[in-house]
């Protein structure tokens, strides 16, 4: 299947968001970091914003995006509702913020992690289809929350180094925790693709009119394999997945996020583009069984 970059950039850029809300929600319930609040928020904003835009040119008649949300059930409806509430939410937390000089209240710090996981549940959850076996899988959910987790606080490790330095500790933990749980996620999901390309494998071949030997599995063989092996194992699995967590652990030993965590950001980034882009790739349809 063709690569959408524009759904690419939209999935990553919202979780990079969310993770990035999240995380300052996860030090405001500890009581850190509040002047690292506002400029975390900021970039939160900004990502959300970014991904939005991206979405766009997925669109061939963009002016016609709203003829889309007219069900409740439609994936792309649930995502919006989701964003305008988490906007909402970010509103609100801003509020409060300057109210209480970068303090935020408990319910709403709580709020602002629930939002975000939700955000991540629904993004993913539109891709997931029975039609396409390497997609149908809760992992991918839990990769794209993977995703999030080094994201954000990694965004909120270097802000801290720039702006609030008492807070290091706290989000150097995040940070490193967080990598982890991402490579785990990662990987957890690329052998997830790997079994489900075998699915199909045994099916052979079906009648369509127009193409009536092509082979129903297209060509698509396991991702560690075929034409997109050297994304899985470069992309995905060292600069995804082993390069951040080896990043994030040298940031949390030496203290030096602003270099440690650029490296982290640049590689969790790439590597979720990369996890993306073996996701359309393995993305046969099985349309014909449904």
Known sequence: MEIQWPLALFTTF???SAGTFAAQGVLALKGKGERAQFPLLVIAAVMLAVGGIAVFFHLEHWERIFNGFGHLSSGITQELIVIV????????YFAM???NEGKVPTWCAVAA???SVALIIVMAHSY????????????????VLGNACVLGPVTAAVVCSLVDAEAKSEVAMMSLIGSAVNAVTTVAY?????LASETPATVDYYHDPTHPTQS???GT???FLGDAAAIMWVGVIVIGALVPLVAAFMGKKTGTWRVWGAVTLVAAFIGALCLRAVFYDAGVSMFMFF
């Not at 509430?85 to 609100?92: D, L, P, S, T």
């Not at 690329?190 to 790997?194: N, Q």
Request: glycine share 4%.
């Open 216 to 218: 129903i599995v297209g």
């Open 190 to 194: 690329a052998v997830a693709m790997h």
């Open 128 to 143: 997931m289809m029975p039609a396409r076996p390497v997609w149908n899988s809760p992992l991918w959910i839990v990769a």
């Open 113 to 115: 992690i629930v939002v």
């Open 85 to 92: 509430i988490m906007a909402i939410i970010g509103i609100v």
């Open 14 to 16: 919202l979780a990079w």
């Open 97 to 99: 913020m300057r109210r």
């Open 221 to 223: 063989v396991s991702p």
